[in-house]
Structure formats: C-alpha cells, structure tokens
C-alpha cells in the first residue's frame, strides 16, 4: 500500500475530524481571498479617484520646481530627450510657468501665468481642468469663472494682459476652467510656444508618465546620476494614498498573517490530536519498517489533500462574498469603490503561503510522535510531558534575558530594543507555555487543596495536567488569538490617539471663520466687520478661549539677524516676508517668556512675538523690527517696530499650517493707529456644544456676510476621522470573530478527542460511585479553567507586549487595552464551556460496560 492511499484512509476513518479541517481552513482561505479582492478594489478605486485629482503624471522634472529653487533655467531640448530615453518612461509632456519664483520681480502676485502644448499629458495635468476643451491657440486664454466674475470679463472678450518683461498683449478669453476647481481661480492658461514667445524661454519643467508608479525611485535615481542639478517632485502624497489606501494596507496584511497564524496552529492541534489516536498505528508502520522521512511524507500528503479542498472551497466563498459585498455602492476608508478587481496574483501568493505554514505546522505532531520509542508507544505509556532540569534552566535563562532587555528598552527608549524585547517575549511565551501552564496548573490545585472534599475541583486541574500535551495546544491556539487580539486593539488605539492630537493641533480651536479669498487675493483681502465676533461672543454656546485676529499687514524684513532664513537678498539686505496682525493680547501676555506682561506696558510701536518666530528669525527682546511694505519701490513704506515681548507658543498664535508667514502682533487699537486696518480676517471659537455651527452659520447670515466668510469645523473632521476608525475597528471584530471560530473549533476537536482516549477512565471514575452530574461538573470545569488559565496568562503577555508597542509608536499608556483584557479574561470560561459542552454530553452517554471490558 503507498502513502497516497495510506493517507486517503486516515482521513476517511477520522470523517468528523477531517471535516472540522475543512471547515477551518476554508474559513481561513475565504477570509484571505475575500480580502485581497477588497483591498484591490479599493486599490483600483483608489487610483481612478488619485488620477482625477493629480492626474496620470508621476513626476514632475526641472531646474526650478518651486519658488525655493535657487536655479532657475528652463529646460533644453538635451534635457528633454535624455528624459524620453529613459527605459521606463511612458511619456512626456512640458510645462511653461514663466513667472515662477518672480513674482516679486515682477509684481505678479495676483494672477498665475501657464502654459501647455496640444500634447496628451497636458490634460493630465493638475493645472488644466477646461472639460471637452481643447489648450488654447495663439493669443488666446483660458480663465476661472472667478477672474472672470472679478474682472467682468466673458467668453469672447479681448483682454489686455501685461507680460513682464515685455508689454501688454491682447489676447482672447476663449473658455473657462473647471468652477469647482478652486485652485485654479487665479490661473491663465495659454498655448506654452506662445507663453514662452512673450515672456521668457522654457519650458519650465517635464511631466513624466511612467510605465508603473513602483519606477518613481528607480527614475529619480536615474535622473539625478545623469543631471544632479534637475529637480524632480515624487508626489510623495500620491504615494502615501496607493501605499496605505487610507491606512488599509498595513491593517488587512496584520490580518491576513494573523489568520495565516491562527489557522496553522489550530491545524497542529488538531493533527496532534489526530497522530495521538493513531499513535499504536504508526508505532507498527516503524516496526514493519516505515522510517521517519515515510511519517513526515505521510504528513505532507494528508496536509495536501485537505489544503486542495479547502482552498477550493474557501477560495470560491470569499470571491463570490467579497463580489457580492462590493456590488453595492459603498466608500470606505474614504474611497468610493466604484470597480471590483480580483488580483490572482496576490491572492495565489498569501494561499501558497497559507498552504506553506500548514505544511510546516502539521509536520510539528508528526516528528515528535516519530522520535518516541514504538515499543513504548505501542505500550500506551504515559503521554504526560516530563520537565527536565535542562528544560527548566532554559526557561529560567529565557525569562531572565528577556526581562533585562524589557527593562533596557523602558529605560533607554530605544525602539529597536522594543521590537526586540517583543520578539524576546513572544519567544519566551510559545517555547516555554509548557512550563507556564505546569506551574499555572500546580499553583491553582495548591489553591483549592482546602477544597479537597469536593472532587470536582481537585480532579479539574489534574486532569488537565495529566493530558499536558493536548491542553498545550488548546492554550496555544487560545493564547495567540488573544495577543494578535491585543496587538490589534492596541495598535489602533495609538493610531487612533496620535491622529487626533495632531488633528486638535492642526485646528486649535472648536470652530475657525476666515476670509472668503483664493490664491494671491487673500493678501489684498478687506476682511470682514469686527461686529461679527461681538455678535457671536454673545451666544451661550461660545466660550473661552476664543479670539480674532485683524487683516494683517504685510511686509518684507529689511534687518533680519538670521540671514540663513531669508528668502531673498536684495542690496545685501536679508529679507522674508513677515506679517503683522491685531488681536486681544491679554491672555497671551499673562504668560509671556520674557519682557512686558501687559497690555498697559506697550508703547504704541512695540509688538509681540512668538517663541517660534524668535526663534525662526533671531529676534530678542528690545530689538528694531524694520518692515518695508511690498508695494514698488516708488510706493513702499518702511517701519520700524520694537520687540516688547515674547510669549509662548500658543496654539492661537503659533500653528504652521494656516501661517505661511512668521507672524507679529499688536493691539487692534496699534493696527488702526499704524495701518487703519480694524476689519477681522480670522475667527478662533471653543465651544462644547458640537451644533453651535448652526447658531454661526445664523449669526453671518444676519449680517449678510455669507459669501465673505468660511467657517471651518474641527467636530466634523473629528466626526470623519471617527467614521474612518470604526471601519477599521469593524474590520478587526470580524477578524476576531473568525479566530473565535477558529479557537472554538480547535477547543471542540480538542476536547472531542480527548474524551474518546478517556472513555475507560470516565468508565471507572462513574463505576467507582461519581454521579452523571458531578462528572459533567468536572468535563466542563476542565474546560473553564484551561481557557481561564490561558486567557490570564495570555493577558499578561499582550499586556506587556502592548507596553512595549504603545512606547515604540511614542504613545501614551492610556490606550493600553487593560479593558478589552479584563473582558476576555471574564469570558474566557465561557468560551471553555462551550467548547467542551457537546463532546462532554457525548462522552457521557456512552456505555460504561462496553468500556471496562
């Protein structure tokens, strides 16, 4: 008889056994299949939605990118056929920005000049939104409906444009650009050869498509070994949303490997249940000659035969599911799925690699039962582990290194020492669990000796020590649900936490109004009348800290201390634009860093500064701030202003994001006096009550100021966020669901086998006087406490796992799961019972004569 048929035989005998496997894996494959089709449709819709907004171009390539770039030359023909020759670029379009880094030089400040040829990669572009139509010809332009609508101009309409260096031209409005298109308000699209024939030479610089967008670094680096002096733009945040798809990625492949874990150790434990009951089997397969390399073929062929049906059949149920879940229109993790994919590819790698930890998994069982004697095994001796003192000692010297490297880690703050540490203790944890679960066993019979009269519980516990190797792997498979569990609430929490205070640092404030102003326009904007905060400060909803802040007034530096921060140097004068705003002081000076601390102290030509701004552009207390205004030269103003004080970096005063200048301050009353500016440009409102947007919107709608302000919620971001983070979390849940599954049918398997070895033994203890119940007592008390036993010592590990995860993600201790622990500790019992209730009613009805004999 071959293997093949040898093997075919043992699954026909173990029908329920093989059946539970079946079941299992498949789960395993669906859960898999099913979310590489999900993650490749978000994938696929994720890119449609990338190009809509950025366009098929994946480089942008020139001597000057951003007004930050010193060079500024166009590109040559040279340029652009060494470019094109590039093996993994598709094509290549150009792109002419003739006043890109000179709009100081030239005054041009309000309006975006850009040009583009009739060449495919040019409606690709982010700059170019015009519809069906085409790039204009030869004095002829494209505008916004906003420029149009300022500036009272049609379709139709000659125009007399000025084109610095040379003189104004007249040229012809012959469409407009996309009006929901709102960075495009200031842009002028015109025909690149004449843009270039009125202006200066170019092109400005290349757009690259390419055959992938996995080539960008390969052709960065090969851009700059042939020109170092070209700058190339990756858009890196293209990057960001096809590398996480909305943080997705990293969440579903944590997944897919922990179902990959889940599933091979719930296969080993049931293979080890399986080559227990045959152990008399393969004993006379080795005394008939079979050797240990037959045993393990034996293995591998069993593994492959129910790997071919499982995965047919969980391949087949997460396709048509996940197909079926994505048939109806849905978004998530912020992408509209609006195409299916089913990528064979990566589905056939993480099954290839499903069906390799089988593999490996099912070989475990089989070479430890082929290196017992088969005298002994064929013998039934006893199957109870034995510690021996080398086996102890490695523990102990497991459980003291890792302990030291933990403490090093907390101690250091180093994150590879975390990873290592956790690595470290997850090692610790399985290598050693059958110490572990000894010594937890032993200490909870010392517990209940006190209870001795009651066989229940002093029959529980040893029992289970008794069946060592099959509670092991009952406690393994528990265990590793329970920390990828963990892992994955902890790491979410963190993610979640990190998100949040950066979204709050971002938006300081509940609520933000602003002027209504695009582009270079926001720096003529008027703003808005100061009676509008006065009317909302009144509402009962809003509350401290809120504050406003003028128009500022802006203007170039003419003494800078720190001369490396400048962005020009005009007549050896370093210069940066700074602007100076009017708001309430009060509350910032009552915590000033250094000099005046109120308003009463300042004289009428000092002004406040930041930390950051101090430290930025090297102002101290009492030094000269000489401002220049940034109108030409003919009609400029200069100032001078003097340092007073410097506060902290309140987030009211000091947030990056919506201050593209270093910022000073003053009294509303010094604005009116220096630059008779008293019109509001920003509102910053706290407010508790999450509807207050509503009285608001009411209050500028009253004093008709809705087409001049814009109001920002901090509560709707959060509310989006949240969304985000429970779609996550949902996706967990169902993950954890299908573990649960997972473990109860690996406790079912499990328990089912043990109770058949032990039918004698269940036979005498009910001869011997133990009533039905008292026995269905002790079979489900077993249960409890192996589960009990290993949640709480799985609890321990995921909770000093967590520790280390939540301080490498530089998180706080707040989010540890001390929560969800406590709950699975609670219901771990639970889980127990359930799996040992069907094989324990079974197991007790069987026949006790039947068994004695």
Known sequence: MNLRTLAFRYLSRQRLKTMLIVISISLGAALLSASQVFLASIEKSNELSIQSVYGDVDLYVGYQLSIHDELRKPLTEEDLKNLESLTEVRQIGTIHYPYLGYEEEYEMWDDIYVGFNEEPLAYESTMVDIGEQTIPAEREVIVSRAYASIHDVAIGDNIDLLFPPGEKEQVKIVGYSNEDREDLSSVLLFQAEWLQSVTRKGPTMAMLQLDSHESKQSVHDQIVQMNPLLNVDLLEETND???NVGGLLPILTSINI???????????????????????????????GASKRNLLFLACIETLFVSIVSLFIGLVIGICTALMILSAPMTFADVMIVTTEIPWLSIGFYL???VASLFIFSVFPVYQASNVSPISTYQQSSSQLTLTRKRVRLFIVLLVCTLILSILSFVTTDVWLHVLSMFSIITL???CITHTLRFALRFVHAIIQPLRHSSVWTLAPLQLLRHLQKTKAIAMLLSACIILTTLGFTTLENLKQTSIDQLFSLNPADFRVTSYAYGNYALQNQGFSPELYDEITLQNDVSEPSNYFTTPFIGLTTNLPKTTWATEDVDGTAQVLAQIKGTDLHPYLEEARQGKTTINELDPFDVVITERTADALGYEIGDQINLKSIESDEEAFNYSFTVASIVSNHPFLSNEQFE????????????DDHFAITQHSELLLSSANRQAEQQIHGTIESLQLENDVNVINRYAALEEFQEQYNERLYVLAFTIGIMIV?????????SMSTFQARLTELSILRSIGLFHKQLYRILLLEGALLTFISALMASVCSL???MHL????QGSLSVLPVTELTIIIVLSPVLGILGFLLPTRWALRQNILKHLT
């Open 742 to 750: 997972l473990t109860m049918a690996g406790l079912f398997t499990s």
């Open 352 to 354: 290839l690699l499903y």
């Open 806 to 809: 939540t301080f490498s993600l």
């Open 258 to 288: 922990a179902v990959i874990i889940v599933s091979g150790l719930l296969y080993r434990s049931i293979m080890e249940v399986m080559i227990q009951e045959r152990n008399q089997q393969l004993a006379v397969l080795r005394l008939v």
């Open 800 to 802: 000093w796992l967590s």
């Open 429 to 431: 944890y399985f290598v």
């Open 241 to 243: 949303l096809r590398e």
């Open 660 to 671: 593209p200048f270093d910022s000073f301050f003053m009294t509303p009353k010094q604005m």
